[in-house]
């Protein structure tokens, strides 16, 4: 599991790198005050990277590693993001 950034002037640990063009694609979701954790059900059991775009501009960065996501179980990807903190799967 992943925890997301924490704070609009984070850097982003060695172990991250910015997506590559075009990567990720979809739509932008968002957290909110009521629930701060990044969770997927999806109903084919897949592989998941979660992407983050920063606040600051910074652009978009993801996570090196993969999660496996199980059809019909929901799957933690992050915890504890700020609210409105914007990624995408």
Known sequence: MIQAPTSQSETKPASYHIGPIGYPRG?????NANCGS???NPTTG?????CYNHRNG?????????????????T????????????RF
């Open 46 to 50: 897949r592989n998941v990277k979660l």
């Open 27 to 31: 739509d932008w979701y968002s957290t």
């Open 58 to 74: 910074s652009g978009v960065w993801c996570p090196d590693n993969w999660t496996s996501a199980y059809a019909g179980q929901w």
């Open 76 to 87: 933690a990807l992050a915890t504890e993001a700020l609210v409105a903190t914007r990624y």
């Open 38 to 40: 990044i969770a997927i």
